[in-house]
């Protein structure tokens, strides 16, 4: 049978405090790296500096929209819930990123453009084995790697260049290059002049030159060559035989999905030749044509999620399609059994796996050699989509606390000058009831703790002043709930009741009022953190936090205390729960009423 209302079993409710407390715990000593050490921000422990310059393939300078929206973006991929602490600022043409900690390469990949597609691999990959020196031995024109020949002299068979695209050379674009043979013959129409041709040898050997524009320019030139996708298989092995992976890659993030490319992964051990995403507009080329072209780009992504690979160790990233991304995949796959499909991320090939048979329902997997961080760090710029720049990233520098850790002390001295303010006053007002309140507050700061901890591994959260300022004015709000309970219930006890049946009564009258009061300051929170940027988001999260661990600790803990300690005879004494003053109110007006009806008698 339930308790009439407002009665409860306080054992019930603090058990189940107990349970909450324990499972948290739990969480915090044996999940992630099991230490109870709440993550700090930038202006307590100091970060990692991380400057990005922006790559225009043209050279120009990039527009005002283009740089604000990459810094949303990339605001978006490091501080989704705006609780991380970090910092995102547009510098002239430059964007500063500064994040907490010490982890220069998470930094670093902040910055990635994550240009993701899906391409078709040609021929068979290749190890990366840098070639010797260039040696002078002649070779036979269609044949030999470009990588080991220098230019030929004057004259030479080899360095005719033909005018008709010819199967079986090495490299396309090489045939193109710039010799010293006589002029062609005074029949032809002079043209008009053109620019510099490009050195494909050099682009083979990781040469480029020192502008950006210029190197990318070199780089679409020689390792995006169209007749790339008619090679037979011997001359694609060439190819990849003359070519180097670079160790910087000007073309990084500016491929051109409509063309072929030559490109390496991502740990520069392996070299593919791969199909465009896109048939090229001028491509006679149906529709459902999916032979060759995928068509699928990370605009076709819906969502993306890490996790730990079901056919092995390591980390993979699970990846959901868009309903016509997902059609796409099938057909793809269709027409590609038994063949290798490359996932490429900003040029770079993250994994090649064979298409063993068509995959249907829109959602697929990459895999590599991922750490638990790159396949989280990737899953983040996938799930919130490429920018509209490429950047190049500085070397990260350490950043000291711009506040410091004498900050942090001087922010835990008020709250612990704060929480003595209150401690004293409940005391004297209230007695052992104010023992109660101590208790609940330390029975929250446990909880709030172990909270903090807890995001801090899951969603990134940061402890910042503002965030200690949060908390601080959310033992008010704490403190405040108890008083609307305890001033409740001293109403009850001057109307006459005793100690132990106003405890229901106030419960129930209370607890409006405490819902009203905290729904309001959740909702002050919950405005003032969508409209807040920066470190305001903090103080707004962990008042709002605050707000709702106090509802847990004034049900779960202090009414059931209050509801124990007035069913004990020695404890509910008036004298000592500081209730003595509304008891003998009430006393005197049970006394009252039975005068005032004898001298209504006797008139």
């Known amino acids: 049978m339930a308790p009439p209302a407002g009665q409860i079993r306080p054992a019930k409710y603090l058990g189940a405090f107990v349970l909450i407390v324990v499972a948290l715990y739990s969480l915090v000593f044996f999940t992630g790296d099991g230490k109870a050490t709440p993550k700090l921000g930038i202006d307590l422990q100091g970060g990692t500096r991380v400057t990005l310059t922006a790559r225009a393939p043209d050279g120009q300078t990039p527009t005002d929209q283009a740089l604000n929206q990459a810094r949303e973006l990339i605001e978006t991929r490091v501080n989704g819930l705006g609780v991380s602490g970090a910092e995102v600022v547009r510098d002239g043409t430059n964007l500063v990123i500064t994040v907490p900690g010490t982890d220069s390469e998470g930094a670093k990949r902040l910055g990635q453009t994550a240009k993701l597609n899906f391409r078709k691999v040609i021929g068979s990959p290749q190890p990366n084995a840098p070639e010797p020196a260039p040696t002078t031995a002649p070779t036979t024109s269609g044949s030999a790697a470009p990588t080991t ?146 068509r699928l780009t990370g605009e076709d992504v819906a969502n993306a999620i890490s996790g730990t690979d079901p056919q092995g160790a390591g980390f993979v990233v699970d990846l959901t399609f868009k309903g016509e991304g997902g059609e796409k995949w099938g057909k793809f796959t269709s027409a590609n059994v038994s063949q290798q499909v490359a996932v490429v991320l900003d040029t770079q090939v993250v994994s090649a796996p064979n298409i063993n048979e068509p995959i249907l329902g829109g959602n697929t997997q990459i895999s590599g050699q991922f750490s638990q961080k790159d396949a989280e760090g990737l899953a983040n710029v996938l799930k919130y989509g490429s920018l509209p720049l490429s950047f190049e990233a500085s070397e990260a520098e350490t950043v000291s606390a711009t506040l410091g850790l004498a900050s942090l002390k001087a922010g835990l001295i008020a709250g612990g000058i704060g929480l003595a303010l209150v401690f004293v006053y409940c005391l004297f007002y209230y007695r052992l009831l104010g023992v109660l309140t101590i208790l609940s507050l330390a029975l929250s700061g446990v909880v709030v703790y172990a909270v903090l901890v807890l995001l801090g591994r899951w969603i990134g959260f940061t402890l910042d002043l503002a965030g200690i300022a949060g908390f601080i004015v959310a033992i008010g709000i704490t403190a405040d709930s108890f008083v609307v309970f305890f001033e409740r219930l001293k109403d009850e006890m001057r109307e006459g009741r005793s100690f132990r049946s106003a405890t229901p009564r ?47 600790v004034v049900f779960l803990v202090t009414h059931p205390l209050v509801a124990m300690v007035s069913k004990s005879k020695s404890l509910s004494n008036p004298k000592l729960s500081g209730l003595g003053g509304a008891a003998a109110a009430g006393a005197g007006s049970r006394t009252a009423v039975p005068a005032g009806k004898t001298a209504a008698k006797e008139v």
């Open 149 to 294: 020949t220098t230019a030929p002299p004057a004259g030479s068979e080899t360095a005719s260049a033909p005018t008709t695209t010819a199967q079986g050379r090495p490299a396309p674009a090489l045939e193109q290059q710039p010799t010293d043979t006589a002029t062609p013959p005074a029949t032809t129409t002079p043209s008009a002049p053109t620019e510099p041709q490009v050195d494909c040898r050099k682009v083979f050997n990781g040469e480029y030159s020192a502008k950006t524009e210029d190197a990318i320019k070199e780089s679409r030139t020689c390792r995006q060559d169209p007749a790339l996708t008619t090679l037979d298989a011997q001359t694609v092995s060439q190819a990849l035989a003359a070519f180097t992976c670079p160790k910087k890659d000007p073309l990084l993030g500016n491929d051109d999905p409509a063309l072929p490319l030559l490109t390496c992964d991502q740990k520069n051990e392996f070299k593919y030749v791969l199909a465009p995403v896109f048939p090229a507009k001028d491509a006679q080329v149906k529709d459902d044509d999916f032979s060759l072209y995928s």
């Open 506 to 552: 106030a419960w129930v009258r209370s607890r409006r009022t405490i819902l009203s009061a905290d729904a309001v300051s959740f909702l002050a929170s919950a405005i003032l953190y969508v409209i807040a940027v920066g470190q305001v988001k903090g103080f707004a999260f962990t008042l709002g936090m605050s707000t709702v661990l106090d509802l847990v």
